[in-house]
């Protein structure tokens, strides 16, 4: 038998580039070996926007169309909503007595969103424990593996050691997960930020239209010390680098640039050029095929029916 994978994303908006490097190029390959499962996750986007459903709701459909242009394919793969298998809940609360207050509190991954979305002094229950809903997403079905970016590192742990005491106490029920964690991890947002997120507002998205694309491409940071051409940049923490590195295939290009930008004489707005084009090859026909998705009200009558 094959066997499981199972991810998901949150509908808090379309999909960006940190998703598509974080996990969405793993799924496609997933989907021709596994047994794979991706699901919209409508009820942990509440958790954070509880208070705005009406966005939930109507970015269930936008994730979908990114899935389908991606690739993602539904004869090879069940996509789902969270919503809709209450099971996952019901499990949630099971789960949540084997979880302390404090180990929650120490989830990395939740103390970043936390400080970021700045939660601090409004922190609900149901966000602190979104950990404990993830395992129930994760185990509910069974997975053996997650793909999934480096951020999510934490959850799978978590969701590790509620299998294990789950299976103490109860028998051997549940098996543990394991993450696949692409070779690009994490892509910084285009302010530098290690993170690419849509609460943030710096994030790329597989649907930017291309004069969009190029405007935020031009904005992206770089090396702040880089100020005339002939002065030497920094590669290391250098947007525009990594973003090459995770997205432009001319390999022994790219590091011949490097060296160039280091010695100095090569400026920002070259390879930032470079960039647009090279993102436009990636996003280009995705955006492409989700026009098309969009325009076939048929498909989406149909999939809305089911
Ligand atoms: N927490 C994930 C994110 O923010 C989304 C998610 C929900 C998920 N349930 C999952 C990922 C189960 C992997 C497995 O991107």
Same mark, same amino acid.
């Given at each position: 038998m094959k066997q499981r994978a199972l991810t998901g994303d949150r509908p808090t908006g379309p999909l960006h580039l940190g998703h598509y490097v974080g996990s969405l190029t793993n799924r496609l390959v997933l989907q021709d070996t596994h047994d794979q499962f991706v699901m919209i996750a409508d009820v942990q986007a509440l958790t954070d926007n509880f208070d705005n459903p009406d966005k939930v709701h109507d970015n269930v459909l936008q994730v979908a169309y990114d899935y389908l242009a991606v690739g993602i394919d539904p004869t090879k793969t069940t996509i789902f909503i969270q919503? =809709?298998?209450p099971e996952i809940a019901e499990l949630t609360i099971f789960y =949540?007595?084997? /979880?302390t207050i404090n180990r929650l509190q120490r989830n990395p991954t939740v103390k970043t969103e936390i400080k970021q979305k700045g939660?601090?002094?409004?922190?609900?229950a149901g966000f602190l424990c979104y950990p404990i809903s993830q395992a129930a997403d994760i185990t509910f079905i069974r997975a053996n593996v997650v793909p999934v970016g480096e951020d999510q590192l934490p959850m799978i742990e978590q969701t590790n050691e509620i299998v294990r005491s789950f299976n103490r106490i109860y028998g051997d029920v549940l098996v543990e997960a394991k993450a696949l964690v692409p070779k690009i991890a994490r892509l910084p947002g285009?302010? %530098?930020?290690?993170k690419m997120g849509k609460s943030l507002g710096n994030a790329i998205y597989l649907s930017d239209p291309t004069d969009v694309l190029a405007k935020k491409v031009m904005g992206m940071y770089t090396d702040? %010390?880089?100020?005339? /051409?002939t002065d030497p940049g920094n590669v290391e923490g250098n947007t525009v680098f990594a973003y090459l590195d995770a997205f432009d295939p001319r390999v022994d290009e790219v590091a011949a640039l490097k060296e160039h930008y280091q010695r100095g004489g090569l400026g920002d707005v070259i390879l930032k050029k470079r960039l647009i084009e090279v993102l436009e090859n990636t996003i280009g026909p995705i955006r492409e095929r989700r026009k098309q998705f969009e325009q076939d009200k048929e498909y989406v009558a149909e999939a809305n029916s089911k």
């Open positions: 919503s =809709m298998i =949540m007595n084997l /979880v939660l601090t002094k409004k922190l609900t285009t302010d %530098g930020q290690a702040p %010390g880089h100020i005339r /051409v």
